[in-house]
């Protein structure tokens, strides 16, 4: 069974360029996050989704980050017109429908380096 | 605001040693806490405590939840190097329909041989 599973592992984008950053839980978890460490600090919540659903976006900055979960494929979490203080690891979670979501199961991260 | 405070920041053992780290929480709905260790890439599950005083236990870590005092201790025996990560302590916040995990700062542990 394999686990979560984030692409690409590191990518290095140039100021005002787009980053996509993709997820694919693990088989049967239905419930994604997309957390973010910046350097020196820990784990920060961003979003949680479920297939079509953006349940909660309470820690996503307004302007210029966006995620999706279609019913087919990864989850996508996207950041427009990146700066350098988007630079961070970006970790994907999930879990499954049951058991309230507490479990969550983490991905490897993408390591976005803005330059 | 629902929060997890770790201490210490970090901590150098050798070896051998017995650490214990310890994570208090400030929530309005508790539900449970969770460990988790990170090395260099993702954390990893540990464990999760939904019940006082119930030592939950796997090979040489072990983590006990003191829901009265709201605190949780994760303990590690016989340290080997391979222990060296940073181990986070994390619980689901929000209310509602969120599951979101806050997570404390975490204590960078290193063991030494």
């Known amino acids: 069974n394999a686990g979560v599973m984030q692409n690409p592992r590191h990518l290095v984008r140039r100021r005002g360029q787009e980053a996509r950053l993709r997820c694919s839980p693990m088989?049967?978890?239905?419930?994604v996050y997309w957390y973010r460490q910046l350097p020196e600090e820990g784990l920060k919540f961003m979003v949680y989704?479920?297939?079509?659903?953006?349940?909660?976006e309470s820690g996503m900055p307004k302007e210029r980050f966006s995620a999706e979960f279609p019913k087919e494929g990864p989850s996508i979490l996207r950041i427009q017109q990146v700066v350098r203080g988007d630079s961070a690891a970006y970790f994907c979670a999930s879990s499954p429908p049951s058991a309230g979501g507490d479990t969550q199961y983490f991905g490897p991260g993408t390591r976005l380096t803005v330059l | 605001e629902d929060k997890v405070v770790q201490s210490p920041l970090s901590l150098v053992v050798h070896e051998g040693d017995t650490v214990t780290l310890n994570c208090s929480y400030e929530v309005t709905n508790f539900r449970s806490l969770l460990w988790y260790k990170q090395e260099k890439k993702a954390p990893t599950f540990l464990f999760m405590l939904t019940s006082s005083g119930i030592e939950k236990k796997s090979g040489r870590l072990s983590s006990i939840l003191d829901k009265k005092e709201l605190f949780s201790i994760l303990n590690i025996t016989a340290t080997q190097t391979g222990d060296s990560a940073i181990y986070l302590c994390?619980?689901?916040?929000?209310?509602?329909?969120?599951?979101?995990?806050?997570f404390g700062t975490g204590t960078l542990l290193a063991v030494q041989p």
């Open positions: 088989k049967g978890h239905s419930h």
């Open positions: 994390a619980h689901p916040g929000g209310g509602g329909a969120t599951n979101k995990l806050i």
């Open positions: 989704l479920q297939k079509e659903n953006i349940i909660d």
